[in-house]
T-cell receptor
Framework: DQQVKQNSPSLSVQEGRISILNCDYT??????FLWYKKYPAEGPTFLIS?????DKNEDGRFTVFLNKSAKHLSLHIVPSQPGDSAVYFC???????????FGTGTSLTVIP | GAGVSQSPSNKVTEKGKDVELRCDPI?????LYWYRQSLGQGLEFLIY????????KSGLPSDRFSAERTGGSVSTLTIQRTQQEDSAVYLC?????????????FGPGTRLLVL
């Protein structure tokens, strides 16, 4: 039973435009959310996080938005660059827990 | 400053055989985690080590799965009597101390295929 879902397996965006990756979760107790980026043949690397007390967190070109009522979060990349092409995973957890629940990933392709 | 390494990178085995997957965490990292990603699924937590002990084994899918960690460093994940549904990418991560997911550094994974 997937508690974290990424319904778009792939996304293509033109270089310089905005990339929006979406993630939905089912457990209203989740209070900490993260985005990971994964290149082929490499492990995932941490990108950005947000706790449930905030609705937005920004780091350079990357912004994560959290809508708790809708149990939805999104990652915005502006402007998108070809080097951003990778698989993006969202993850959620209870801040007190060791377990993390990941989505299935969205493969982003940024077209030069 | 080597990162987390895993071996083998790929493993093909026959159904019913045992396999051992190895993880070398970053030196000095006390926490170590195993995950797996099956086709079409998100990363699934398997087990967490703090030092040599495993306070959380709740993610292990069956008693065919076991893991150990020796010397507070290398960990091995063993799957006995492999089944086709065990085919997945097995990822290991380590962190300096027990902490949030963002503190974890992932290895490149072992891709296991059970025929």
């Amino acid at each position: 039973d997937q508690q974290v879902k990424q319904n778009s397996p792939s996304l293509s965006v033109q270089e310089g435009r905005i990339s929006i990756l979406n993630c939905d979760y089912t457990n209203s107790m989740f209070d900490y959310f993260l985005w990971y980026k994964k290149y082929p043949a490499e492990g995932p690397t941490f990108l950005i996080s947000i706790s449930s007390i905030k609705d937005k967190n920004e780091d350079g070109r990357f912004t994560v938005f959290l809508n708790k009522s809708a149990k939805h979060l999104s990652l915005h990349i502006v402007p998108s660059q070809p080097g951003d092409s990778a698989v993006y995973f969202c993850a959620a957890s209870l801040i007190t827990g060791n377990q993390f629940y990941f989505g299935t990933g969205t493969s982003l392709t940024v077209i030069p | 400053g080597a990162g987390v390494s895993q071996s083998p990178s790929n493993k093909v085995t026959e159904k019913g055989k045992d396999v051992e997957l190895r993880c070398d965490p970053i030196s000095g990292h006390t926490a170590l985690y195993w995950y797996r990603q099956s086709l079409g699924q998100g990363l699934e937590f398997l087990i967490y080590f703090q030092g040599n002990s495993a306070p959380d084994k709740s993610g292990l899918p069956s008693d065919r799965f076991s893991a150990e960690r020796t010397g507070g460093s290398v960990s091995t994940l063993t799957i006995q009597r492999t089944q086709q549904e065990d085919s997945a990418v097995y990822l290991c991560a380590s962190s300096k101390n027990r902490g949030g997911l963002e503190t974890q550094y992932f290895g490149p994974g072992t891709r296991l295929l059970v025929l």
